[in-house]
């Protein structure tokens, strides 16, 4: 299994977005099967969907979403309320970082389900002990 950040949607989906080639190369041996499950969040799906909308492109948002809904490969793990408010108190506790609350819903996800690897352009991973790909 792998993680797919937000940045990483983005890439994959927006051409003028500066990680778009290395994103579609990372992306061909996902598709290949290397890494497994494509893991994400209802957050990093309303952060993308967001992102996207606000660079004025409705028609990427439907794209995304044609691309999830017919996706065998992607798995979109619900937030809880017991894993929200556990991303509020790690999001506290790290006053320190500069993570988001998404980053902090990722981080829990991952650990709850033992995923070491995140498909991200984001350091916020690295930070919290995980491997970023590409």
Do not use: N
């Given at each position: ?59 990427l948002v439907q794209t995304f ?70």
């Amino acid at each position: 299994m792998i993680f797919v950040d937000t940045g990483a949607w983005i890439a994959l989906l927006d051409r003028r977005d500066g990680f778009h080639q290395r994103a579609l190369a990372f992306h061909e041996s996902l598709l290949r099967g290397a890494h497994g499950r494509l893991i994400t969040t209802d957050y990093v799906l309303d952060e993308s969907v967001t992102y996207l909308r606000r660079r004025g492109s409705a028609r990427l948002v439907q794209t995304f979403r044609v691309v999830l809904e017919q996706s065998r490969s992607v798995e979109v793990v619900w937030t809880s309320p017991e894993r929200f408010w556990a991303a509020w108190d790690l999001l506290v506790e790290q006053e320190d970082k500069a993570w988001s609350f998404t980053d902090c819903v990722s981080f829990l996800t991952m650990r709850a389900l033992d995923i070491g690897r995140a498909f991200a352009f984001d350091s916020d991973f690295r930070e919290a002990g995980f491997e970023t790909l590409p």
